[in-house]
């Protein structure tokens, strides 16, 4: 193994470590396993039943609880471990090692911990509902877990290009867009989206809710498990207005594997050449 390799995997392991070691990863891992075991146990209450739900249903319901919870945490954890204090950073970057080698170490390390911390919960629930209903629907079910191991990359991505500008400076300021770029993407995103599509002419927004779904990394990660799990029958207007644009699942399903591959490695590129060009 090269030097750059070896190098590599010991920055992963030892951010792995401190990951799992730190409170804030194992409080993620606990409130997120009680919100899954709640999602699953509690989705027919709005439809006057009760009892867990089936993995189908199962995914469907962790979905929005996926996409909202994932990446902010992904974004605030990423940002507490990348942008330590100035001594810190003097020390690991002195080293003879390449920085970007150093960056995507450690970000490899805190995916691998993190993602850890997601199975918990998915495997939490996922007992739960096969204990109580079966192993129909564990497909879209294991989707769901993979769009969730793909946001934690994104975002994860973004806390990287987000704290390379800022090595060993207060993180309050990081922290502070990293909330910003949560807000934008999760929540501000999609409503600005609808409300112009609301004001123009149909065929303008169906454009444009298109060009939504593949310019965001939440849309298109929440549409793709989507069409994986129920198809058309659980789209929103924007999801479905892709699918009409894309003639099919196939041609969706690929679409929107470039979109997410785009935002990992476009996010990743732009860190490294970020902190190869900061000031240490």
């Known amino acids: ?74 974004l605030l954890l990423g940002v507490v471990a990348l942008a330590p204090d100035r001594g810190s950073v003097e020390i690991v970057f002195s080293l003879p090692v390449g920085r970007a080698t150093i960056l995507l170490g450690k970000l490899f390390g805190l995916w691998q911990a993190l993602v850890a911390a997601q199975a918990l919960g998915f495997g939490a629930a996922g007992l739960l509902v096969f204990w109580q209903t079966g192993e129909e629907g564990l497909a879209g079910f294991l989707l769901v877990f993979l769009g969730s191991m793909a946001l934690t990359a994104v975002f994860l991505g973004l806390a990287a290009l987000l704290a390379a500008g800022y090595p060993g400076r207060k993180r309050t300021r990081t922290l502070a867009l990293a909330l910003l770029t949560w807000f934008a993407l999760v929540v501000v ?31 298109a990660v929440r549409t793709g498990t989507l069409l994986g799990i ?34 990992i490695v476009g996010p990743l590129l732009a860190a490294v050449a970020r902190l190869r060009r900061a000031d240490l």
């Open 189 to 219: 995103f999609d409503v600005a989206l609808l409300g112009i599509a609301s004001y123009v002419r149909s065929g303008v927004a169906s454009r444009a809710l298109i060009l939504g779904v593949l310019l965001n990394p939440v849309d």
């Open 230 to 263: 129920e198809g058309a029958a659980a789209f929103g207007t924007a999801s479905l207005a892709f699918l009409r644009f894309t003639h099919g699942g196939l041609a969706a399903a690929l679409l929107l594997g470039a979109s997410v591959v785009l935002w």
């Open 1 to 74: 193994m090269s030097t750059d390799g070896a190098a590599f995997l010991l920055f992963a392991r030892q951010e792995r470590i401190l990951a799992v070691r730190s409170r804030w990863t194992q409080t993620f891992a606990g409130v997120f396993a009680t919100l899954a075991i709640a999602v699953a146990g509690s989705g027919y209450v709005l439809t006057g039943g009760y009892g867990v739900q089936d993995f189908g249903r199962s995914a469907v319901s962790l979905v929005q609880l996926v996409l909202l919870v994932v990446p902010l945490t992904s």
